[in-house]
């Protein structure tokens, strides 16, 4: 086996944030802490690297963007969707519909307990088209959403 090939033939996983998590660390610490994206993407390679699986991780303001990532994320047949989309998961029904679309095994996270806040935020589109959704962990819900994700896929941790 050639070296760098083991690498490269892991499954992957596209961990998929949406609008205002570029801002983590400073936009509301008392509500998302003070972590930022740049850890949280550092917490998602690393857990995704336990189970043999890749972290893919992308950031966008922009909901059509978000969409095209998940359509790439089928082209390249990953293997599965980590997905806090932010105040997109309760009002597009377009992050719905492509999810749906592509069958992808899906996981929504988001940082803070969205169902001790506003009404607003009790609903979302997104959980609806994911297996399984998290919240009120801090990023500590990306770690769980890639176990569970990788659970479901049957990825096991290397020891």
Excluded at 5 to 16: D, P
Excluded at 31 to 44: F, R
Excluded at 57 to 83: M, P, T, V, W
Excluded at 118 to 137: D, K, P, V
């Amino acid at each position: 086996m050639a070296q760098g090939s083991a690498q490269a033939s892991a499954a992957t996983i596209y961990v998929l944030n949406g609008p205002n998590l570029n801002m983590l660390g400073t936009r509301e610490p008392e509500t998302y802490g003070h972590a930022s994206l740049a850890d949280v993407e550092k917490l998602c390679v690393e857990t995704a690297a336990q189970f043999g699986l890749k972290a893919d991780c992308r950031q966008s303001n922009r909901e059509g963007e978000l969409i095209d990532f998940i359509h790439e994320a089928h082209a390249k047949k990953a293997a599965g969707i980590i997905i806090n989309a932010g105040g997109y998961s309760h009002t597009s029904i377009a992050l719905h519909d492509a999810l749906v679309a592509v069958k992808i095994p899906t996981v929504e996270v988001h940082i803070s307990n969205i169902h001790a806040r506003e009404s607003f935020r009790h609903h979302s589109f997104t959980a609806m088209a994911a297996f399984a959704s998290l919240c009120g962990f801090g990023i500590d819900g990306y770690r769980l959403a890639i176990s569970g994700l990788a659970a479901k896929l049957g990825a096991r941790a290397k020891t």
